[in-house]
Nanobody, 122 residues
Framework: QMPLVESGGGLMQAGGSLRLSCVAS????????TAWFRQAPGKEREFVAA????????YYGDSVKGRFTISRDNTKNTVYLQMNSLKPEDTAVYYC???????????????WGQGTQVTVSS
């Protein structure tokens, strides 16, 4: 098992910034990748960003490229999502996920956090 706990969500005005954190516990040795997904009401879960634990390679969804940055701190078993230049369309519940089953950008992961709400006002 690998419990994941997200934090850092909240209410922000458009153009502002937020940083989300995802802390992993339990079986963390040999992890492959950790990702962020988001889901707005009435929409499918959308890939936001991912990072691999071995090489630190990063991947981003088209809608957040150039605005969001994913990073990791191996010593703290934590993955961060720095979100800049926020837009109202970024409003969603953001989920942290670890260990992809198929491909990194697909929402098929073994472990999920409970989600944290991000609301961006115009």
């Amino acid at each position: 098992q690998m419990p994941l706990v997200e934090s850092g969500g909240g209410l922000m005005q458009a153009g502002g910034s937020l940083r989300l954190s995802c802390v992993a516990s339990g079986r963390t040795v040999g992890r492959v990748a950790t990702a962020w997904f988001r889901q707005a009401p009435g929409k499918e879960r959308e890939f936001v960003a991912a990072i691999t634990w071995s090489s630190g390679s990063t991947y981003y969804g088209d809608s957040v490229k150039g605005r969001f940055t994913i990073s990791r701190d191996n010593t703290k078993n934590t993955v961060y999502l720095q979100m800049n230049s926020l837009k109202p369309e970024d409003t969603a519940v953001y989920y942290c996920a670890s260990e992809p089953r198929v491909v990194i950008t697909s929402p098929e992961y073994d472990y999920w956090g409970q989600g944290t709400q991000v609301t961006v006002s115009s």
